[in-house]
């Protein structure tokens, strides 16, 4: 199984464009997370959904959105790039029964 | 909020020697408390977990405690070898039916000296 993947792994993306940054996971998680990581810096929750149809935010909502169709798809969209948005961001996912949470490799986004 | 701080920012050991990396937290309902070891360039990756009914796991060369009075807990990896150099994170989350959002600490880059 391939686990959890996202795309692209890394982009540049012009200031007021939009972007959205692809998750899927083939484990059949329950809950699925983004997180951006800052240089140097430990990681932060973007938003969450513990399970298909819901979403809620996390520390740092703003200027993020989030959907979740279906169990292994949870795409993260910037509507209106910022150069604070260059970051790395790392999806994850975790089942109900067992709390450790998976990365997916990341993807690198710088916004200029 | 739940706010988690991690102490040391790094932390240089010799090859063989012990290595403890410390966090505290602030929200007393958290019960989960994982660590994760993140290479560079990598994805963060989960070493050890501890629940908050357990006060001590181990795993080979890698333990976790928990103090929930004091609400800190700690990292300790014994016979450290260069393979271990990496940056380390400790996270707490309060989980429930709402799901596991972790707050995680700012991190220690462990360098192991040969």
């Known amino acids: 199984t391939a686990g959890i993947t996202q795309a692209p792994t890394s982009q540049i993306l012009a200031a007021g464009r939009s972007m959205t940054l692809r998750c899927t996971q083939d484990?059949?998680?329950?809950?699925m997370y983004w997180y951006r990581q800052d240089l140097g810096l430990g990681l932060r929750l973007i938003h969450y959904?513990?399970?298909?149809?819901?979403?809620g935010k996390g520390e740092v909502p703003d200027g993020y959105s989030v959907s979740r169709a279906n169990t292994d798809d949870f795409p993260l969209t910037l509507a209106s790039a910022v150069p604070s948005q260059t970051s790395v961001y790392f999806c994850?996912?975790?089942?109900?029964?067992?709390?450790?949470?998976?990365f997916g490799p990341g993807t690198r986004l710088t916004v200029l | 909020g739940e706010n988690v701080e991690q102490h040391p920012s790094t932390l240089s050991v010799q090859e063989g020697d012990s290595a403890v990396i410390k966090c505290t937290y602030s929200?007393?309902?958290?019960?989960?408390f994982p660590w994760y070891k993140q290479e560079l360039g990598k994805r963060p990756q989960l070493i050890i977990d501890?629940?908050?009914?357990?006060g001590e796991k181990k795993d080979q060369r890698i333990a976790v405690t928990l103090n929930k009075t004091a609400k800190h807990f700690s990292l300790h990896i014994t016979e450290t070898q260069p393979e271990d150099s990496a940056v380390y994170f400790c996270?707490?989350?309060?989980?429930?039916?709402?799901?596991?959002?972790?707050?995680f600490g700012g991190g220690t880059r462990l360098m192991v000296k040969p």
């Open positions: 994850a996912s975790s089942d109900w029964d067992n709390n450790e949470q998976f």
């Open positions: 501890i629940r908050s009914n357990v």
């Open positions: 929200d007393s309902a958290s019960n989960y």
């Open positions: 959904s513990n399970t298909a149809g819901t979403t």
């Open positions: 484990m059949r998680h329950n809950a």
């Open positions: 996270a707490a989350s309060r989980v429930n039916n709402a799901g596991n959002m972790l707050t």
